[in-house]
């Protein structure tokens, strides 16, 4: 977490002294900033006032309770997590902490796929399993030297959800492969980019992505339209 060191007046800091075990000062300069920073970016005055509102009603000790849970939890999983994120307004409920782990999966001294594990990121609102297309080896034998099903296999024996979802758009493939080049991901995104996923209730991980052609017919399979691939 960053650290930003302030000047204040000696009086103002005399009186901070004098209060300082009734002030939570990381709170207020979050919420004081986010609320200036919004008005700047032109956000909804009713957003800027939410997160205000919900920073008033939740105690900070509530709070780190429930990251830390959530971070032990994560942690035990699937190890450490690299990247955590808890200063936005948009984590407004439990666990109040975006946990990403990077894991690269090696089977002798190659790497089959790098995983994307995630506690909850915006894309599980997008991506339900329900959207998954069921696995189909051939088209991914190109991948992870063709052992990918073992993969599959693994995670739908520890009770995941594991499917195709058909196409990548530039943001998530920026968000899934690149780690936020978009430039490199609207390059990859110029064509259909399938990606792999395993969902359970409480984590997404990314298994992998390929390339493929489609052709511009549409069936449809269980009530979704589906474009039909073309075989390479």
Known sequence: MAKVTLSVPDDLYAKI??????????????????EEIGKLQGKAEIIVNLHKYLMTRLSSTEMNASREAEKDRFTRKWGEPETIKTETAFIAQPPYVQLRKIQPIKFGDKTLTTLKIFNDIPWKSVIHPSDLLEFDAEKWKSIANGKLGYLVDYFKSKGFIVGEYQRLTPAMVADFVTDGDMKTAEEIGTEFVPGLFALDKED??????RKAKWSKTVREEQGKPILEEIKQ
């Open 17 to 34: 002294e004098e209060y300082k075990d009734h002030l939570n000062l990381s709170d207020i300069f979050r919420v004081a900033v986010s």
């Open 204 to 209: 997404m991980v990314f298994i992998g992505y």
